[in-house]
């Protein structure tokens, strides 16, 4: 473990964007938080979700999220003070913040110039390849509830990359020039970093290490053990998840829906699947390699400093494969098939688990509820439902005396 301390007064705000390996950096600097704060790296403790809501008051989008303002009222205020008053270096992360309006980012950066006014402000953005970031990006409306197709997605995708329009949320949230300007206009171009993401089937540190560098911590050598990944599906498993949106049409509002899709079905289930991946339309994949070519000269153009190259982010060729609608009916039916019979192993693992974990409890006339009351009491640990960290009981238990709450899956 190196002794090395940094003695700067700076924060470093990373602000995205979406599916740029976010998810990877900020699980590996929760990980390592008492590691780093030994070297005067204050990345904020608190509950799991503290940047998530403080991102959330930024945005003024809570409710979309399930969330009351109560919930992430003055959030944001607080991490800044807490920055103002560390003697060090403070890390604040979230991709939501990518998308906020030049209105919400000049509050947000005057908040922090306010309670935090002898820090430094270091912008830094990883970025991925606009032809990577369509799909991605569509995947992860899904995860979130979506059920349109790609098609109906890239209708209005198109138009806004088309017309610059960064109303719609996908291009407010991924131009990088914009969101670097909207963040960080203010800025020296030195105090901007743009962090590219190592081509597909590059080591993941790869990209911990271009991230430890933008920011000029001494991180690199602490290389997340148990990192956090949001893993892209296959054509079929999209195909699934569209479906079962579908189906449940809104009965899982957040942030229940969290947890028993994104957490259980998608991560757990559909992750571990390996149907081909969806092929990017021939039109949307011509206008990815115009956006790359209008970013990398914007970013050159600009001389703010890169972490990788600029190349990374122009697409590669486009390769054949079932479009991201592609998916027969014979198809679909086979593989949600198989979930569900995944979910069922799954939901009697979880039976057999609990009644193990309750042997030796004192004796009792409980009993176990309906299953639609199990879950798992550890469901937001990364290992999920098969994972080795996972301990199951009923959420709820039925007695002839008294009915009373199972454990909080919180």
């Known amino acids: 473990m190196s002794d090395r301390r940094t003695s700067e007064r700076r924060v470093v705000l990373h602000v995205g964007v979406p599916k740029s390996g976010t998810s990877y950096v900020q699980s590996g600097l929760r ?18 979700e503290v940047m998530f809501r403080a991102a959330l008051d930024v945005r003024g989008n809570h409710a979309q999220w399930g969330r009351d303002r109560s919930e992430v009222a003055g959030l ?46 270091d912008l830094v953005v990883t970025a991925r390849d606009p032809a990577r970031q369509l799909i991605a990006e569509w995947q992860e409306n899904l995860k979130g509830g979506d059920h349109r197709t790609f098609a109906r997605f890239w209708s209005y995708v198109g138009r806004a990359i088309a017309d610059d329009d960064h ?30 993401c190592p081509p597909r089937g590059s080591a993941p540190e790869d990209l911990w290490r271009r991230f430890a560098a933008a920011t000029g911590l001494p991180m690199a050598d602490l290389l997340p053990q148990d990192p956090e990944s949001n893993t892209g599906l296959g054509a ?14 809104g009965r899982l509002p957040h942030p229940t829906y969290g947890p028993a899709v994104k957490g259980a079905l998608v991560r757990q289930v559909l992750a571990r699947r390996r149907s081909p991946r969806p092929a990017l339309p ?16 914007a970013i050159a153009e600009a001389g703010w400093r890169v972490h ?25 039916a086979a593989a949600s098939s198989a979930v569900i019979a995944d979910l069922l192993v799954a939901l009697e693992q979880a039976h057999t688990a609990a009644r193990t974990s309750d042997a030796d409890a004192p004796a ?26 996972t301990r199951w009981a009923p959420r709820r238990w039925r007695s002839s005396r008294t009915r009373t709450a199972g454990p909080s899956t919180a």
């Open 31 to 48: 990980e390592h938080r008492d590691a780093l704060a030994t070297r005067g790296i204050h990345v904020p403790r608190g509950p799991r």
């Open 76 to 121: 944001w205020e607080d991490l800044c003070r807490r920055a103002g008053a560390h003697d060090g270096v403070t890390v604040l992360s979230h991709e939501l913040l990518a998308a906020a309006t030049p209105a919400q980012a000049s509050a947000a950066r005057a908040t922090l110039a306010r309670l935090a006014p002898d820090h430094r402000v």
């Open 167 to 196: 109303s719609v949320r996908f291009w407010a949230a991924q131009d990088v020039p914009d969101v670097v300007r909207r963040w960080g206009g203010d800025l020296p171009p030195d105090q901007v970093h743009v962090v590219t």
């Open 236 to 249: 079929t498993e999209i195909a699934v998840l569209r479906a079962v949106n579908e189906a449940l049409d």
């Open 282 to 297: 021939v039109d949307a994949h011509v206008t990815a390699e115009t956006v790359a070519e209008r970013w990398t000269s």
């Open 308 to 332: 990788g190259s600029l190349t990374e982010l122009v697409p590669a060729p486009r390769t054949e494969g079932p479009g991201p609608d592609d998916v027969s009916d014979a198809d679909l």
């Open 364 to 389: 009792t006339s409980l009993e176990p509820c309906s299953p639609r009351f199990w879950w798992p009491t550890a469901a937001r640990s990364r290992s999920g439902l098969f994972g080795r960290r």
